[in-house]
């Protein structure tokens, strides 16, 4: 990046993640926006922006992962202070969409939430938002401003297919863990020239899932089971251990975003899975780091996102297989 873009495009973070805020400003050969994003006394959210932002592209990386309501509003707040200090533009990067899975509602007087937040980002002063692998890919007509969806499938086809080159992984099958997550695995099968298949399960109750059928070949395959979110990995495991009971020879599960409330890193352990893969658009902590979590970055897709941009370029080339 040349030395006048720099001046014109500025690049912030709260404290969501601001180790891959750092990855993408090393990516751009930039240096991170000085602010203070902090809390009073009373536990209310602070926000400085320590450096003029007046006509500049701005972008601001936080994803509202965990503790949810805190980084959500600190992306507001900062929108805001960099909508009073006169920002040309101001870029919401969001690699994990919290409330994404509040998207409808299931039974009577329930919110959309999905929704909701998205009308707080409008308001707030985002004027375009970049995320990665929503829960459900009608939530971008919740915003009535420009969203770049982006998906984690190129980066995690490319451990894959690396892996293949370095190791003997057989014939290899993609399962979708449900009916819905099809689209998903296909994306991805594609990218490793692999077939699907696909786990038929019921809910008896909430929480809880039954396999009951699995359509398609897998039987002394090595199968990847691939997921948008890992959140209690329950269902994951249990998908898993019913590949393996039904004869496939090793399981991996690539998922975008790895949640990982308890007791995930437990289950992960102790479960039939060879390998979780998963991106660095949630952070992983140091506890919950074990050898069966493979961490992928997400900085150079998002990193390139953000260059073309602030060009006026073409994002959708981003999405080619």
Do not use: W
């Amino acid at each position: 990046m040349s030395y006048e873009d720099g001046k014109k495009l500025k690049i912030f973070t709260g404290n969501a993640n601001p180790e891959l805020a750092k990855e993408i400003a090393d990516y751009l050969g930039l240096e991170l926006g000085k602010a203070f994003v902090g809390k009073f006394n009373n536990g209310e959210i602070q926000v400085m922006i320590d450096e003029s932002v007046r006509g500049k592209d701005v972008f601001v990386i936080q994803p509202t992962c965990q503790p949810a309501n805190d980084t959500l509003m600190e992306l507001l707040i900062m929108a805001d202070a960099l909508k009073r200090a006169s920002a040309k533009h101001i870029t919401a990067v969001v690699p994990y969409y919290g409330y994404a899975r509040q998207d409808r509602k299931t039974r009577g007087r329930e919110p959309i939430t999905s929704k909701l937040v998205a009308d707080l980002m409008t308001t707030a002063g985002i004027t375009r938002v970049v995320t990665m692998d929503l829960h459900a890919g009608q939530i971008q007509g919740f915003f009535d401003i420009p969203v770049d969806h982006l998906g984690s499938a190129s980066i995690i086809a490319k451990y894959i297919n690396q892996k293949k080159e370095e190791t003997d992984m057989g014939d290899i099958v993609v399962v979708s863990p449900d009916l819905g997550g099809v689209t998903r695995a296909r994306d991805l099968a594609d990218r490793v020239n692999a077939p699907i298949a696909i786990i038929e399960k019921r809910r008896p109750r909430p929480g809880v899932a039954e396999v009951m059928n699995i359509i398609g070949d897998i039987k002394g395959k090595t199968c990847i089971l691939v997921d948008d979110i890992v959140d209690t990995a329950g269902s994951l495991c249990g998908g898993a251990k019913a590949l393996k009971e039904r004869g496939a020879s090793r399981v991996f599960a690539a998922c975008a975003h790895a949640v990982l409330t308890d007791p995930a890193v437990e289950r992960i352990q102790k479960s039939v899975i060879s390998e979780l893969i998963i991106t660095n658009t949630i952070p992983l902590p140091q506890e919950k780091q074990i050898d069966k979590i493979k961490v992928l970055s997400v900085a150079p897709l998002l990193g390139e996102a953000i260059m073309r941009i602030f060009h006026d370029v073409s994002v959708s080339r981003l999405f080619d297989k």
